[in-house]
C-alpha cells in the first residue's frame, strides 16, 4: 500500500506575523511548522502504515525552507521524501496539478492532507487533488483504516458522526481528530537525518505552469474598527446604561 | 489565579550560545561527528524538550507527592514513573551519547550533559537522576571493563533497559572514603565476592528497570591502607542465570529470580526529591567484577564523580529556571500595590508588580544568573568532547579547563540554583510557599544539589587547593590567556568598554586573589580552606562576567532584534547589579582565617 500525505509548511501558530507592503513578511516569520491538520494526516497516514505495511511517501510543495518539515516528518517515520518547487506556481490548481503529478508517479493508493492549510485556510487542495485523479475524496475525517478492500473513515454529521467506506484511490481531507500525535524519537531523528529528500520541479513532472485561470483583482485589507468609547466615574453611568441599552442592545 | 507549572525549555538560548557565541558545529565536526550538524541540533534539542514536557514534567508533582513505598526491602515506585521511564527508553533519549556499538545514538558529550541534562531535571528532577547516574556507569564501564564485561552489561546500561548506581559512602565514611570497610574477596574464577554496607545509594533499589548494576567502592584483603587501597567493583542485584565460573561469553541475558545478595535494608525520608530513592545497601558476599586495575577504585570512580559534579550543577540551572519561569507568569497576573514614582494604570485596583524595582531585581538576578550559568555550562559541554580530541594540544587544554571549571560548576551553580529558586518563591509571596504553585518543591528539589557529589565546602577546596596549583598551575593558564586575549580585543571598542572594563578588573583581582591563596595557603593551609568557598564563588563571578562579555559582543553586531537588544541588557543588569559582589569576596578571602580558627569552641 502507497500512502501519500500531502503536507504544507505554514507559519507556526504561535509565531508574531508581520504584514509589509500588503502581504506577510515570510522573513519576519520566527518559526515554520506543519500545519496542523496535516499533522493528523501523517498521524493516521503512519498508522496505516504500521497496520498494513506500507509505504509512507511525504509530498510537500513550497520554497526550499519546506524541506525541513518532510525531514520532520521522516522523524516520525515517513519512508519517501518529495519536495516539489513552487517555481512558477500561480495558483492552488498549480499545486493540485504538480501533487496530483508526484501522486500518480509513485502509485499511491490513498492520499490524506488536512482539511486545510493553517495559513491560507483555502481547503481545496485535498478535493482539487481528487478532481484531477478522478478519486472519491472524503473531507473533515478524524480517521481511517483500511479493512476487506476498503477505506473505512469517520466524519461529523448533521446529527453525530457518520462512518463512511470507499474503495479505490481515494483522498481524506483531516480534521482535527482525537488521536494523540507521535513525537519523534532519538532513532527516528537520527534516521531522518540521513534520509534524502527528492526534489522535483514543474519541468520534472511534466506539469505546465505557463498559463493561469485565475487572477487576483484586487486586495482589501479589513476595515479598521472604529475607536471604542470610554468613560471614567460614578457620573457617566446613566450615560453607559442608556448606551448600552439603545445603541448595543445588550441590555 | 491558580496555574499548572508551567515549563518551556530555553531552546532559542541553547542555539544562541552554540551556534553564535561558541561556534559548537565547527568543533565538533572536526572531533569527527562529521554528520552532526545545526539542523540535526535542532531536531534532537526540540524533540528532547517536548518529550520531558509532554511526559516527564506532567508527573514531577505527583511524584513529590506520592513518592516511593519501601516496604520489606523492595521499593515501589509511583506507576506513572514506570510508564513515563519506559517511554523514554523506548524512544532512545537515555543513550544519546553512548557508542553506537552499544546501540547508543553517538552524538556529542555535550548534548546529554548540558541540554539533556538542563531539560530533563527542570520537568522532572527526580526521574532524571536515574538515567543520569546509568550512563555514569556506562562510561566508566565502557571505558575500562574487561571486554566480556562490557559486552554483557553495555548495550542494556546504554539503552536505560538496566540502571546504574555509584556506591561510594559508608556509615563512617563520606568525604573521607580511605576509611571504607567494604571488602571484596578474589575468587579462583576472577569474580569477586563483595560484604559491605552503603548509604545515601541513589536508585539503589527501584522497580523501573529488570537489574540494577552497582559500582561499588570496596577493598581486597591485603589492600594498602587509604584511599591507595580502594578497587572498583561491578555488582549486578541480579546474576545471569546462566553464568558459571567460565566468564561472561556466550551468556544470554536471562536473570535469576534471587538476588545477588544485594538487599536494601532502608529508604531516607527527605526534604525534596520524594521520587528518587536514597537507600542503605547491604551487600553480602555478593558476586562482581573488578572494573579496571586493582588499587586503581579512586581515580576511576572519580572519573564518572566529575561528570555527576557537571550533572549536578545542571540540576542548580535547571530547576532554577524552572522555578523562574513559574514566578515570572505569575508576577506578570499579580496587581498589588502602585508604582512608587506614580501610577501606571489608573484604570486597574492596582499596579501590576513588575513596576516595583525590588520584584525587578530578583527576576532579574534569576534570568541573568540563569542564562550566564547556561552559557559557561554549554562551553564546558563542548570542552568535554574536546578533551576526547586527537589533537594532543586540543585534549590537553580542553582536559585542563574541564578540571578547573568542574568545582565551579558544580558548587556556583546549585549555589545560585537555590538562591534563586529561593528568590523565585520570594517573588510570589505567600503562594511561592504554598504547594499548588509548584515553586516550593523546585525549592526543596534543588536543596540536595549543594550536597551531592562533594558538598560545595568540599569543591571549593578542590578548585582552591587542587585545581588552580596542578598541572604546575596550567590549567589557570589556559584560561587566562584566551580571557586576557579577549580583553585586549575589546579595550578600543567604545560599545564594549562597560562590558570589558569590568571583566578586567576582575580577571585582575582572580589572578592576585589565586596568588594570595597559594602564598598564604602554603604557609597555613587554614587560610587558603578559610577562604576557598568565597574565592570559589569570586572564580564563578568572574567566568559568568566571561561569558557575558562574550555574548555582548554577538548581540551587539545584532542590535534592535529584541532578542539581542535583551542579551545587551542582560550582560549590564550583571555587571551593574551581580558582579560588583566580587568586592566583597575578595575583601573575605583577603581577611583570612584568623576571625574563624581564633574564635572560642567553648563560646559557640
Known sequence: MNIAVLLKQVPDTTAKIIISEGKVDENSVSKWSMSPYDEYALESGLQMKDANNGLLIAITCGPDRSKKMLTDAAAVGADTLI????EGVKDSTHTQQLLAAVIKKFDANVILCGKQAADTNGGSTGPGVAEILDAACVTLVSEVSFTDGKYITMRPSNNGTEKVSVDGISVFAFDKGTTELRRPNVRGIMMA????IESMTSTDLGVDLSSSNVTLDSQTP???????QKFDGAEHVPTVVSKLRNEANVI | MKKMVEYNAPKRDYDFLLNEVLDAIPIVQNLGYSEFDKEFLSMLTEGWAEHVKEVWLPINQLGDREGLKFNNGEIKMPEEFKIAYKESVDAGWLSTSCKTEHGGMGVPIFFQTVIWAEFGTSANMALSVLPALSVGVYEVLAEHGEKELVDYFATN??????SGTMCLTEPHAGTDLGMITTKAVPQEDGTYLVTGTKIFITYGEHDMTENIVHLVLAKTPDAPEGTRGISLFLVPKYMPSEWKSEGLSGV???????????TCSGSEEKMGVHASPTCVMNFEQSRGWRVGDLYNGMPLMFEMMNRERLATGMMGIGLAEIAYQNALSWSKERRQGRDIN?????????????VHPDVRRMLLEAKVNNEGCRALAAWTGILLDQSHSNDKEEAEMATALVALFTPIVKAHFTDLGC?????????MGGAGYCTEYGVEQFYRDVRISKIWEGTNGIQALDLAGRKVTENLGKNLRHLLWPMTDFINENKNIPEMSEFNKPLHQGVRGLQQLTLLMIAEGQANPHFLAAGATDYCRYFGNVLLAYMWAKMAKVSLTKKGEPFYDAKIASARFFFKKIFPETVGLAAKVQAGHKSLMDYPVEMM
Open chain 2, 157 to 162: 546500561m546504554a539503552s536505560g533497559k538496566w
Open chain 2, 419 to 427: 538562591e534563586t529558586a529561593s528568590t523565585c518563591m520570594q517573588v
Open chain 1, 193 to 196: 537525518k540521513k534520509k534524502a
Open chain 2, 342 to 354: 506614580g501610577m501606571q494604570e489608573p484604570n486597574e485596583v492596582a499596579d501590576n508588580i513588575l
Open chain 1, 222 to 228: 479589513p476595515p479598521e474598527k472604529a475607536a471604542g
Open chain 2, 252 to 262: 544470554s541475558e536471562e536473570l535469576n529470580t534471587q538476588h545477588n545478595g544485594v
Open chain 1, 83 to 86: 519536495h516539489i518547487s513552487d
